[in-house]
């Protein structure tokens, strides 16, 4: 009786667990797996967020979401997969709201933020970092090297328009310094391309380069932010703003999306995962604070509001800087 009675205990526990994945009465209630397209290599900033999430709408919705990487053309390839599914829910890109919204200006894709359904998690910071053997110990050996060697320091970054592109062109901007670039598939591989000396700075987010800050392989130098980045295991990175005041650093958002023209139930049940798991998922809030980013749930409108002046501070960077070949202007943007 004690055996039997130990066994109803543990089933009902079992049950528990499972029904509570299945407890909230979702308008959508899909039946096979979910697909998340991250355009991009793995391990980076894009892909690493995407798995937590994925696996927290999982056990909202009990059903599998499945991450695939597909790199390739500044994520545009990937994205343009997702825009091109059939409208039903089950597939989904990812990425930040800044390469999403700059596809156009790049002609590359001619979409706009306002064709997708957004739902944003975290944002994140770029750092400017160096290979630990390069002499460069602080920002303005950095600049100075620029200077001296016009074109030569090699900046290695995750391909055009990614988040490291735009830091430096940021940078260039401000500064008129130019720069040789190293572009990858991805923040990881541009991360490890530093390391391993094919470039001697790397100026991707702070998610992907936190290992290596951490294992003293790269020397952070700055963060691209209006305030100090404590970055766990390797304490407080100042800002860029400490030598460039007047430089702009919008926010930058990253999550998954899926194009309009879905069911409504879709929408509304995303809507709802978010509200009632996102905004309270103890596992995104660990990777943001471990990895150095925000966490930032929001989605809808509110994701619209913010995404859209960060996509315009990116698609006017890139117009300034000879590397878009559409006017941010023709496609709706105000210069920021």
């Known amino acids: ?3 039997l009675l130990r066994s109803v205990v543990v089933l009902v526990a079992v049950l528990g667990v499972l029904g509570a994945a299945w407890a909230q009465d979702y308008p959508w209630q899909p039946d096979r797996p979910i697909t998340i397209i991250v355009p991009w290599a793995a391990g980076g900033s894009t892909d690493q967020v995407t798995r937590v999430m994925a696996a927290e709408i999982e056990k909202a919705l009990g059903v599998s979401v499945v991450v695939v990487n597909q790199p390739g053309a500044s994520g545009s390839i990937g994205t343009t997969n997702a825009l ?7 597939t989904w890109a990812a990425g930040a709201v800044r390469d999403l919204g700059t596809y156009a200006v790049l002609d590359m894709l001619d979409t706009r933020l306002e064709d997708w359904h957004l739902y944003f998690g975290v944002s994140n910071t770029g750092v400017i970092a160096v290979n630990a053997n390069t002499p460069y110990q602080t920002f303005d050996d950095l600049m100075a090297a620029m200077q001296e060697r016009p074109g030569q320091v090699t900046v290695a970054t995750a391909g055009l328009s990614s988040a490291g592109h735009t830091v430096i ?10 720069y040789r670039h190293i572009p990858y598939d991805g923040g990881n591989p541009a991360v490890i391309g530093t390391v391993g000396g094919e470039a001697e700075v790397v100026t991707q987010l702070a998610v ?3 290992e290596m800050l951490r294992a003293g392989r790269l020397r952070a130098l700055a963060a691209f932010s209006e305030v100090p980045l404590v970055l766990e295991g390797v304490g407080e990175i100042p800002p860029i703003t400490n030598w460039l005041p007047d430089t702009k650093v919008p926010t930058n958002y990253f999550g998954i999306w899926a194009p309009k023209g879905v069911p409504e139930e879709v929408v509304e049940t995303m809507n709802m995962v978010w509200e009632d798991v996102m905004e309270n998922s103890e596992a995104l809030r660990a990777y943001a604070q471990e990895r150095g980013a925000i966490f930032d749930p929001m989605y809808g409108d509110e994701a619209l509001a913010v995404g859209l002046p960060s996509a315009a501070h990116q698609a ?11 006017d941010p202007a023709t496609i709706g943007y105000e210069r920021p």
């Open 1 to 3: 009786m004690n055996r």
């Open 84 to 90: 091109n599914a059939p409208k039903d829910g089950y």
């Open 169 to 178: 062109e940021a940078i260039a901007a401000a500064t008129g310094i130019t």
């Open 208 to 210: 992907e380069e936190a």
């Open 316 to 326: 006017y960077t890139l117009w300034d800087g000879d590397k878009a070949p559409v």
